[in-house]
């Protein structure tokens, strides 16, 4: 079984909450295992913001994640930001972006079985160089299709 990989979004927004929240609701969603590219330090703050118990594991490699996500939340990567809802910045949107590409290169090298973004601030990504109308454009070009042969899910 392939774990999902999972983009932060901004860190000024609601993903790291969300993602954290899913993690700590797991069990009770039946949620497959999941990892999360980037932002380690930002999950763990946000955890503790939102009282979640949510050990956050560094993973060097997604098949680890299926290992360990009942224990803590499987997280690739270092790169990091600090959290800081409601306050949109480069930095955090440079590390969206980076969460983002990484998220979707893990996909298409066969490592995760799908992608689960969280959002993001499309202003705030356009300052960083993000040069498509949204994520699902992005990654429509990571894979090679053309804008129409997308479609964007929210649930």
């Known amino acids: 079984m392939l774990p999902l990989a999972v983009s932060l979004g901004d860190p000024a927004g609601i993903g790291p909450e969300i993602i954290v929240e899913s993690w700590a609701r797991r069990r009770e969603k039946g949620l497959a295992p999941f990892f999360v590219t ?90 960083v160089g993000f040069e498509f109308p949204g994520q699902t454009e992005f990654l429509a070009a990571a894979c090679g299709l053309g804008p129409d042969e997308v479609v964007m899910m929210l649930a």
């Open 38 to 127: 980037g932002g380690p330090g930002l999950l763990e703050q946000a955890s503790a913001a939102r009282g979640i118990e949510c050990p956050i594991l560094r993973i060097d490699d997604p098949a680890k994640a299926v290992e360990c996500f009942d224990k803590g939340l499987p997280v690739l990567g270092q790169d990091d930001a600090s959290y800081r809802p409601g306050t949109p910045d480069d930095a955090g949107a440079a590390l969206a972006l980076g969460s983002l590409a990484e998220a979707v290169r893990m996909a298409l090298l066969g490592k995760a079985s799908g992608v689960v973004t969280a959002p993001v601030a499309k202003a705030q990504l356009a300052r």
